[in-house]
């Protein structure tokens, strides 16, 4: 049986999954919840080697990423984006190893030297990056989990209650493709802004 599974939560990526699939798969068993594509991301995924589930239409991040978790069916997981350049095994090693050795229950991936704007935006906000290791059933009981779009705000919210042992790491050399570079300048600031929106949303029905 493998130690862990790699769930990959992915929307028209076809550009970047298959060298994602390509280096996880090199490690472990490898989910992709492909959420309402509309382009050759879950064609590409499955040539790479990934078990493919097809969301329809589009749900968002959140229940992408939940659907991928509960499929899994090992105890560790570590999640990917699909947008990632630069990935290579030892990102893996580096994310996976210390819950996996039960140093720490999550870690969460922060870019070093990827590239400048990568580099800001993913150590201006770390508690957003899709790069975690973690264990599925402390991931399954995360309150609110699907309830808005990105499922990073609820899972921050869970680790300042639920006192498990967590760390940044650095991932070196790897970055992300910047979504006003996947969908033009406007389009990619439009999609940003509903973003930290849904963030804002979340923080507000908290209160």
Known sequence: MPELTVVIPAYNEEDTIREVVGVARTYAPVIVVCDGCSDHTAERARQAGATVIELNPNQGKSQAFYEGVKAATTDVILSLDADLVGLTTEHLKTLAD?????????TIGVFQGGGVLTDFGN??????SGQRAFRRNWMLSVPRLT????PEPAITEHLKTSGIRWEYVSLPKVRQ?????????????????????SILDFQTKKK
């Open 147 to 150: 309830e808005e779009r990105w």
């Open 177 to 197: 493709v910047m979504k006003e570079q996947k969908r033009g300048l406007l389009e990619g600031v439009k999609h940003r802004m509903k973003m930290y929106k």
């Open 123 to 128: 150590r201006a906000t770390p508690y957003l």
């Open 98 to 106: 210390p819950v996996l050795q039960g140093q720490y229950d999550m």
